[in-house]
């Protein structure tokens, strides 16, 4: 009977450490400095698009990496503002 009651703690002390987890990777301010990372990921791409291709890059341009990294971010960021 002493084994079941270690591991219902166990069980219970690792239920706790995940919703607290989860609580707080879910809470507004987090939530905000993911935005806030991920806007600076999209600075830095768009000054490694100036540095590589110049500030007149144009609009017919081919889509490069950056380019698609960019757009992933931009939409992870919009996902992000939906759960605020």
């Known amino acids: 009977m002493d084994s079941i009651g270690t591991i219902a703690s166990v069980v219970a002390a690792v239920g706790t450490v995940l919703s607290l ?3 707080r990777r879910m809470s507004k301010g987090s ?3 993911r935005i806030a990372k991920k806007q600076r990921q999209i ?3 768009d000054n ?3 540095r590589r291709y110049g500030i ?3 609009h ?3 889509i490069t990496s950056l380019d698609q990294k960019k757009a ?3 939409q992870e960021i919009t996902d ?3 759960e605020l």
């Open 60 to 62: 017919c341009h081919p």
């Open 31 to 33: 939530i905000r400095k």
């Open 21 to 23: 987890w989860y609580s």
């Open 48 to 50: 490694e698009l100036v």
């Open 43 to 45: 600075s830095d791409i």
């Open 72 to 74: 992933k971010l931009i």
């Open 56 to 58: 007149n890059r144009g």
């Open 80 to 82: 992000l503002q939906n």
